[in-house]
């Protein structure tokens, strides 16, 4: 295991990516979500720097996200169908417990689709609340919607950042070397961008009510008003 490890530092991904190209950030980020024990932001942050050198930023952006939802959907299937037993899957298996499982499924009951999108950005229990919303049965289609956009929002920030620092520097060893003093604060900021993202959709949609949202609330209004003269008369 610490030998497996030991292959995945930023100056072999980085290498790794130089001769797949965009494909091999699609491949990597794809085995993430499957259990391959590397940090999202890695392939990330080379993605941005190779970006910042040349690459066409949509399709490195494009096979990104695409790579992220991919391992996502595998596993919620795999969690689907093997339920806790997912534990006892190969390499899927040793980066989930079924305590850790089990306490996803208690916020799925909690806090519904907003767990999808604030615990994808969680790397300890991302794999886990992605198994319970297979387990637990969750909308696959609103699984999808709000783990494409927390994916969309967290992923972004990081290819932006490898691309800002891509600009001003060489290797991505020195970009790593350059925000590891500050890698707790980036995490936490992109924690509040997305909750700020996720509070404005919400208040948007509370303002800003859809046409049959009216229709709905005049048809009860007038049905109470109807009761109401009724029960006057």
């Known amino acids: ?28 980020l794809f085995a993430c979500g499957l259990g391959l024990p590397l940090p999202e932001d890695i392939p990330l942050i080379v993605g941005g720097f ?16 695409l790579g992220i939802i991919g391992g996502d959907c595998v596993l919620y299937y795999m969690g689907r169908k ?19 499982i089990l306490k996803a499924q208690q916020l799925f009951d909690r806090y519904g689709i907003w767990v999808v999108a604030v615990g994808r950005l969680m790397a300890g229990i991302r794999g886990a609340m992605v198994v319970a919303a297979g ?6 289609f609103k699984f999808v919607v709000a783990d494409g956009l927390a994916a969309l929002v ?20 020195q970009i790593r070397a350059t925000i590891k003093p500050y890698e707790h604060w980036v995490i936490v900021g992109i924690i509040v961008v997305v909750v700020f993202v996720v509070a404005y959709i919400v208040w948007r949609r509370r303002k800003h009510k859809t046409v049959a ?21």
Not at 7 to 28: K, Y
Not at 82 to 100: C, F, S
Not at 135 to 140: A, G
Not at 213 to 233: L, N, P, S, T, W
């Open 1 to 28: 295991m610490f030998r497996l490890l030991a292959l995945f530092d930023a100056d072999t991904v980085q290498r790794w990516i130089e001769i797949g190209g965009p494909l091999a950030i699609f491949g990597l």
């Open 82 to 100: 093997y339920g806790l037993n997912i534990t006892r899957v190969p390499l899927v298996g040793k980066h989930l417990t079924e305590a850790r």
């Open 154 to 173: 967290s992923g972004g920030l990081f290819v932006a950042l490898g691309y800002y620092l891509g600009r001003k520097l060489e290797s991505v060893d």
């Open 213 to 233: 949202e009216v229709a709905v609330e005049k048809v009860i209004k007038k049905a109470a008003d109807r009761d109401a003269r009724a029960g006057a008369e």
């Open 50 to 65: 190779f970006i910042a050198k040349g690459w066409n930023v949509w399709v490195v952006c494009i096979l990104a996200w």
């Open 135 to 140: 387990t637990t049965r969750f909308n696959f």
